[in-house]
């Protein structure tokens, strides 16, 4: 665990208040530091405002006084609030078919490919940092539009436990970037605040569980396609190198890893081969 000498503060009330809100040096370094121990998330100098700003709603909604109180209220184990520490530094943008280029080379090359090779009619998707599970859907309609009756199941993960909760609800207020086409078939409108709720032929595909990447996989089996973007970004070089090296043993040979539209695995002396924008094949 990561430790902290908790500064000292002096001079009267108002003094004491308007210093309390300000993330003292040995603060930030212990909250980066214990990000990094439990998550991998590397947050440096430049990122000091995001982690100011997102500490700073977790103190105000627990009504604290400020940093100090909050890194000693996260050495104790029993609050529970790491995970609430955890959850509120993890950035969840997401959208529909986002960066959609991977989804027409799903579409048009990689379901094909399955298609025709996979006599067995067996498919196996991975979408790692999933958030609010945007992704997984997309990915789960593009399979039931084309492998209807498919063994195809769709593991979803996140670190954040708050935005798991929010997409296995499947309820969604805004549709934008999924093909008219696929909202007619697998979007319902709840009729309640313009809401609209993903249909169960594409809920059934997903299985939506928290894991932290830098822990042990509980997975046995090998993925057809593991899609992992923009959270590689997040760590450093010698953990991006042992995750993209853990994500090619649970490949299956022909299998495609997709990673963020910033990523790349090129210094990376990995055995994967460049077939599509930020697309990689085992």
Same mark, same amino acid.
């Given at each position: 665990m990561v430790s902290l000498v908790i500064p000292r503060l002096s001079g009267d009330i108002f003094g004491l208040l308007s210093n309390s809100l300000i993330m003292q040096d040995a603060e930030f370094q212990y909250l980066s530091q214990l990000a990094f121990q439990k998550s991998g998330i590397v947050i440096n100098? &430049?990122?000091?405002d995001m982690l100011y700003g997102r500490v700073m709603k977790r103190?105000?909604?627990?009504?604290? &006084?400020?940093? &100090?109180?909050?890194c000693e209220l996260l050495q104790d184990s029993y609050t529970g609030e790491l995970s609430e520490f955890i959850n509120a530094i993890t950035t969840?943008?997401?959208a529909f078919f986002r960066e959609e280029y991977h989804f027409d080379f799903l579409q048009k090359v990689a379901l094909p490919e399955f298609k025709s090779n996979n006599t067995d009619k067996k498919l196996r998707i991975w979408?790692? $940092?999933?958030?609010?599970? #945007?992704?997984?859907?997309s990915i789960a309609m593009s399979i039931e539009s084309q492998l209807p009756h498919w063994d195809a199941k769709i593991l979803a993960t996140d670190l954040d436990s708050d935005v798991?909760?929010?997409? #296995?609800?499947?309820?969604?207020?805004d549709l934008v970037g999924i093909p008219i086409a696929y909202r007619t078939q697998y979007c319902s409108d709840m009729n309640t605040h313009h809401q609209y709720v993903m249909?169960?032929?594409v809920k059934q595909l997903i299985s939506f569980k928290q894991l932290n990447l830098l822990?042990?996989?509980?997975?046995? $089996?090998l993925f057809d396609v593991i899609f992992c973007r923009n959270v590689l970004i997040y760590f450093n070089d010698e953990t991006k190198k042992k995750l993209v090296q853990r994500f090619y043993s649970l490949l299956k040979p022909g299998g495609y890893l997709f990673i963020g539209h910033?990523? &790349?695995l090129q210094s990376y002396n990995t055995h994967f081969s460049l077939v599509g924008q930020t697309i990689y094949q085992r």
């Open positions: 100098g &430049s990122k000091r103190i105000r909604h627990l009504r604290l &006084s400020g940093f &100090s109180a909050y969840n943008l997401t979408s790692a $940092g999933c958030s609010t599970g #945007q992704e997984p859907y798991l909760c929010r997409a #296995q609800h499947g309820i969604y207020a249909d169960e032929k822990e042990p996989w509980p997975m046995t $089996g910033s990523e &790349s």
